[in-house]
Nanobody
Framework: QVKLVESGGGLVQPGGSLRLSCAASGFTLDYYAIGWFRQAPGKEREGVSCISSSAGTTYYADSVKGRFTISRDNAKNTVYLQMNSLKPEDTAVYYC?????????????????WGPGTQVTVSS
């Protein structure tokens, strides 16, 4: 069975950190770009970050630039999103998805397979 599963979400205070993981099973992530998206209640799903298959290209939305870092470990078939200096406005369900390449301003329509998401809540 081919699937992606996100993990690492939770409740954290403002200024705190979380590391999200996106693990694949049933297929290898080696040939795919991976995008991280988030969706807050009542808002559209937005692209947060992406990484190319070779990890040579990365993208960050302006709202997370300098605070989030995307990385991948193809040997572990996993992509990570390190989130530091978290803010209440980062609260959302975070999803990972596979895509053909990492380009600026990714949209959900360019990505194929999706995980179920993991909740991130930033609150004091």
């Amino acid at each position: 069975q081919v699937k992606l599963v996100e993990s690492g979400g939770g409740l954290v205070q403002p200024g705190g950190s979380l590391r999200l993981s996106c693990a694949a099973s049933g297929f290898t992530l080696d040939y795919y770009a991976i995008g991280w998206f988030r969706q807050a209640p009542g808002k559209e799903r937005e692209g947060v970050s992406c990484i190319s298959s070779s990890a040579g290209t990365t993208y960050y939305a302006d709202s997370v630039k300098g605070r989030f870092t995307i990385s991948r470990d193809n040997a572990k078939n996993t992509v990570y999103l390190q989130m530091n200096s978290l803010k209440p406005e980062d609260t959302a369900v975070y999803y990972c998805a596979t895509g053909p390449k990492c380009i600026d301003y990714p949209t959900q329509y360019e990505y194929d397979s999706w995980g179920p998401g993991t909740q991130v809540t930033v609150s004091s």
